[in-house]
């Protein structure tokens, strides 16, 4: 539980999806089941029938839903190792990230932003914050509408997918007495039996988030849906992914390979993929790696298909790196081409944190009693509550002048320097779309304002604005194509409508917070960016100083659209001029949802291995 005790730093706050320290303290005990864990090439079989790239989230929620028929084989190839985020000293985190920074960014001062993705068996789900969230009812069908005629990728066709992902276990009566948590078992979840994925809520949560609660439920307009999961936006509680058993950390490695004993299963590790193997007519037959600390190329065989599950960093990269990218890249990088998709590597998202927010107040408010202290303390940093808003209740004054400029934008003003035109009609249809959804209040529309509610010592928010129009970009470089990591460019506020949407923002929590707001009785005085910034172009230097462009949920670049949309997979997730190759992983997401990702990606693992038999 986040007690006062803790000295907040502001970003901390911000998040659940900040970084989480591992805080489980035994071991996952080492199971004596286990498919079959291979340390040597030589010790691979001839060939398998099929291959997945990226021992991630996605890629063992496939692998073991593939190899529940014995009919198959299936290897693994994963980059990092084996490991148990219950280290107890949370630097042995550090280990199991890739060590990612952006080239300095235009929009912010040049700034350079780092990043990290989990690298190692698990992948980002070893690593991140924990929380379990999904998008709205429109976010989904979004993705139909950008796919191809008939798209089953809609928030009904999805449903049993997300149902199948996770296994909901509700909350302690006691706490959700105590802080009012409600939820929806029948419309949201799903309760299978062979899930081991769990989704629980932690013993306690910090007793201010009743402050806040209580305030927004005295703010006209905002929706309290009982289950936020069920595709509507609002103020909601979500779950941490935690086994309510064990209390441990409950991720793609426990849910999806411990204690899996299977003959036609195996994982090979420390083996970075570099290049997916095509032959004359596109056909994936195997996969090149190297293996850590060598430099020799191996390769193996596969019969049926290769999955692509490297994460939205990785994906693009090894992709461009087989052929299949932007002609001009891969002409500049003097790889063959095999595909020109122009698509690959670009459309690149992730949601923005802040810029933040803070008051003091004057008059501190009482700090709530809570029913729950007498349970397990709690995981994830104790947030739990968060309050995701559509832009007519977070922007009442703006959002129509929003929604017009961006409908009214040629997406190549704003896009990266030589944009294929493909790409560029992609962006006008997510334009078109977004400004569109800008407008609409109804329940199942976009949340844009995401705002997680828990401060521990400094009332405010990191807003986080989860429907960014710019667009960035991932590619591998081209002078030197070899390198271990592509390039990360966020193209961070290059939109102008992002800046405008960040104000927004700024401007609700004044209202708030302030004198004609909820908790106008605890006198709250700004104190960062200071109630002195109010013209747009103080707000947008502020902004540019202090936003970050990410959150951990990349997503976009081999996305699912159209092909003439610059979109990269169909909706059979198959790369588009290929056979037998697929991708499926956050790289597929082609709009970032308003939640956390990681469910969402648990589901895109569940759909397509459905797909593949
Ligand atoms: C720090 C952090 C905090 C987050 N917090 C949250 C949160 O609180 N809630 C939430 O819902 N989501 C959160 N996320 C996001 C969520 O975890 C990701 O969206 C999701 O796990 C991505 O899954 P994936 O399958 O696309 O990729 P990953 O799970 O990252 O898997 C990719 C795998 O591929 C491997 N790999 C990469 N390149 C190669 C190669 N060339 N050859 C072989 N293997 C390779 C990697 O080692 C990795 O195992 C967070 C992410 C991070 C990193
Ligand atoms: C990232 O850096 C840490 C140490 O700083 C290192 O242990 C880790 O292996 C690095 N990650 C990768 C993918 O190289
Ligand atoms: C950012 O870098 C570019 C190119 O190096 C330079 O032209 C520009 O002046 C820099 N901007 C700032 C704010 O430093
Ligand atoms: C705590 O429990 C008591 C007794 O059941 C109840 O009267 C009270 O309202 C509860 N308080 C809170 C904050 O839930
Ligand atoms: C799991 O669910 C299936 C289908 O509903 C059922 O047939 C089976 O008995 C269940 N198994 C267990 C262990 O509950
Ligand atoms: C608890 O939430 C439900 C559903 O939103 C609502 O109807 C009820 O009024 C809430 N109760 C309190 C005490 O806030
Ligand atoms: C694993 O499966 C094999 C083959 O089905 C079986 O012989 C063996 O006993 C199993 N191992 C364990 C520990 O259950
Ligand atoms: C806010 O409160 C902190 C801690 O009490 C104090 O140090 C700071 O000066 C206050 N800031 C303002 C602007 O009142």
Redesign the pocket.
């Known amino acids: 539980m986040m007690t006062g005790k803790c000295t907040v730093f502001p970003i901390a706050v911000a998040l659940s999806l900040v970084l989480s320290r591992p805080r489980f303290v035994s071991a996952i005990p080492e199971s004596v089941l286990r498919a079959r864990h291979v340390q040597t090439p030589e010790k691979l079989r001839q060939s398998y029938d099929y291959i997945i790239v990226g021992a991630g989230t996605a890629g063992l929620t496939i692998a073991d839903r593939l190899t529940e028929s014995p009919k198959y084989t299936v290897l693994v190839i994963e980059h990092g190792e084996f490991w148990s985020p219950s280290d107890p000293t949370g630097d042995g985190q550090r280990a199991h990230l890739y060590n990612l920074t952006s080239v300095?960014q235009?929009g912010l001062?040049?700034r350079t932003i780092p990043l990290g993705m989990g690298f190692g068996v698990g992948g980002s789900s070893a690593v991140n914050g924990m929380a379990v969230m999904r998008g709205t009812v429109q976010d989904y069908n979004i993705w139909a509408v950008l796919g191809n005629k008939g798209s089953a990728w809609t928030w009904e066709g999805l449903l049993p997918y997300f149902r199948k992902a996770i296994r909901f276990v509700p909350p302690d009566p006691v706490l959700a007495a105590d802080f009012n948590i409600t939820y929806d078992t029948q419309a949201a979840w799903g309760q299978y039996n062979d899930t081991h994925v769990y989704a629980s809520f932690p013993g306690g949560l910090n007793p201010v988030i009743k402050t806040i609660y209580n305030g927004l439920r005295k703010t006209p307009g905002i929706p309290f849906p009982v289950d936020g999961h069920a595709g509507s936006h609002g103020v909601f509680y979500y779950p941490l992914s935690v086994n309510p058993k064990t209390r441990q950390r409950s991720y793609s490695r426990t849910g999806h390979w411990d204690s899996l004993n299977r003959s036609n299963y195996d994982i090979l590790t420390s083996a970075r993929a570099t290049k997916v193997l095509l032959n004359k007519i596109n056909a994936a037959t195997g996969v090149e790696f190297i293996l850590t600390g060598a430099v020799e190329r191996h390769t193996v065989k596969a019969n049926k298909e290769v999955v692509v599950s490297t994460g939205t960093i990785h994906t693009p990269q090894l992709l461009q790196l087989s052929g299949i990218g932007p002609h001009e890249l891969l002409k500049q990088a003097k790889i063959p081409l095999k595909v020109n998709l122009p698509g690959v590597g670009a459309n690149f998202q992730d949601h923005p944190i802040g810029a933040s927010i803070r008051f003091n107040f004057t008059k501190t408010p009482p700090r709530p009693t809570s029913n729950s202290t007498h349970l397990p303390p709690s995981e994830g940093q104790g947030q739990g509550l968060v309050a995701d808003l559509s832009l007519p209740i977070a922007a009442p004054l703006t959002f129509s002048a929003i929604a017009s400029s961006l409908a009214g934008q040629n997406p190549a003003s704003f896009a990266a320097p030589g944009t294929d035109r493909s790409v560029l009609r992609g962006y006008k249809a997510q334009n078109d779309l977004l400004a569109h959804q800008m407008l609409s209040s109804t329940p199942g529309s976009l949340s844009f304002l995401h705002w997680v509610i828990g401060y521990g010592t400094a009332p405010g928010a990191n807003p986080i604005n989860f429907h960014i129009t710019s667009r960035g970009t991932i590619t591998i470089d081209p002078a030197n194509p070899d390198a271990p990591d592509p390039i990360v460019d966020y193209r961070a506020l290059t939109n102008p409508v992002d800046t405008g949407l960040m104000i927004a923002y700024i401007e609700f929590y004044r209202r708030f917070f302030g004198p004609e707001g909820a908790l106008a009785q605890y006198r709250a005085v700004e104190t960062a960016p200071g109630a002195h910034v109010t013209s747009r172009k103080d707000l947008a230097r502020y902004i540019r100083a202090n936003y970050i462009p990410q959150a951990w949920h990349p997503v976009g670049t081999a996305a699912k659209m159209r092909r003439e949309w610059g979109g990269v997979v169909d909706d059979e997730l198959r790369v588009y001029g290929t056979k037998r190759l697929r991708v499926a992983d956050a790289s597929i997401i082609p709009i970032l949802p308003g939640g956390t990702t990681q469910l969402t990606v648990y589901m895109i693992g569940e759909k397509v291995s459905l797909l593949s038999l």
């Open positions: 300095p235009i001062d040049n």
